[in-house]
């Protein structure tokens, strides 16, 4: 079968490799029908982390079951699902304590479509046949209503920007939020949707990315051209996406006294400089880590069954998957390749 692969910094194409088959009684075998690109994926193509070796892209699907294991309970043949895409087993401690990106069974950074970040290749989405282990845990079915291009980024970047914002507004409920995007371009997208589904008073969104602001200021939050020199404002939850030590900066600068500023960024490459002081004189909380896939899916699915949270709206270019190799590289805010 054909698997998008990259096999060196900027080149990318499809690879023969061998189908995968049913490994393991709770296995699954699924399509994928739409991926997306992920925000990490330009970086990883790029080479920004060492390519060791050619390795399968994609890693955000939504897909239909082809087979599954002996094991495998509540899913069935055709079943359209969302692939969480990070590799969680469901019932270790750190599953079941809701920490399923850093589940006991698996190293740290085991995630499809990633080789060069933890040196192990699951395999990529991007293909005509994934295997899924822990398949109870980590399919999380969906309804054949849904369009498969809204669910493309669900598994990663929808999530990810959902639990940026959605743990803090349900403590301050209704607060104002600031989004600061110095790099990133989906993730704070879905995390301005989710703060606006969930009834965030006002949405900021600073950037110094036109086309992402465009985006931001279609869904509804306040576009705000910066280059991160001075921060205007103070917002009681701020969410920093990106990569550079002046969006971090502003970030934590533009967040109230004892607020909150939650970090999504995965800052690649060393070292990067926090204003310990400051955060300790004003008692603002700074949080960073991955999203959870396994353990938010099942909180993030209902939202969008029910059309509160519109992914689709986020979505700035669809191709066709026999166009994968070309698109893959090129720009574009949330780039999603769908099979006929
Ligand atoms: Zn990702
Ligand atoms: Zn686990």
Redesign the pocket.
């Known amino acids: 079968m054909k698997q998008l692969t990259c096999t060196g910094p900027g080149t990318v194409e499809w690879r023969d490799v061998p189908e995968p088959r049913l490994a393991e009684d709770g296995d699954a075998l699924v399509r994928p029908l739409a991926v997306a690109r992920c925000d990490i994926d330009l970086p990883l193509t790029s080479g920004a982390f060492p390519i060791r070796e050619p390795f399968a892209l994609g890693h955000e699907c939504g897909a239909e079951v082809v087979a599954i294991g002996d094991r495998v309970h509540g899913l069935e043949i055709g079943q359209r699902v969302v692939v969480a895409f990070q590799l ?9 304590a809701g920490h ?1 990106a850093n ?4 190293p740290v950074l085991s995630d499809f479509g990633m080789q060069p970040l933890s040196g192990i290749e699951y395999g990529g989405m991007l293909a005509d046949l994934v295997r899924v282990p ?1 398949a109870q ?1 980590m399919l999380a079915p969906v309804s054949a209503k849904l369009d498969s291009v809204a669910l493309g980024s669900v598994s990663d970047n929808v999530l990810d920007g959902y639990r940026a914002v959605a743990p803090h507004l349900a403590v301050l409920p209704g607060s104002e939020v600031l989004i600061v995007t110095h790099g990133l371009k989906s993730v704070p997208l879905y995390a301005a949707l989710a703060a606006i589904a969930l009834g965030a008073e006002r949405v900021d969104f600073a950037s110094n990315d036109d086309d992402v602001l465009a985006v931001a200021e279609r869904l509804g939050a306040r576009p705000i051209r910066t280059e991160f020199e001075k921060a205007e404002r103070r917002y009681p939850i701020v969410v920093d996406a990106g990569l550079t030590s002046a969006g971090l900066k502003y970030a934590i600068r533009s967040t109230t006294p004892e607020g909150i500023c939650q970090s999504v960024s995965f800052y690649p490459g060393g070292e990067m400089p926090l204003p310990l002081g400051r955060l300790y004189t004003l008692g603002i909380r700074f949080s960073i880590g991955r999203a959870h896939a ?1 353990s938010l899916l099942p909180e993030v699915m209902p939202l969008i069954e029910a059309g509160r949270l519109r992914p689709q709206d986020v979505t700035t270019r669809v191709v066709d998957w026999d166009d994968a190799p070309r698109a893959f590289l090129e720009p574009a805010v949330k780039l999603i390749i769908r099979r006929d």
Request: charged share 10%; with cysteine.
């Open positions: 969680s087993c469901g019932t270790c401690r750190s599953c079941v399923s589940c006991d069974q698996y822990h845990a396994v």
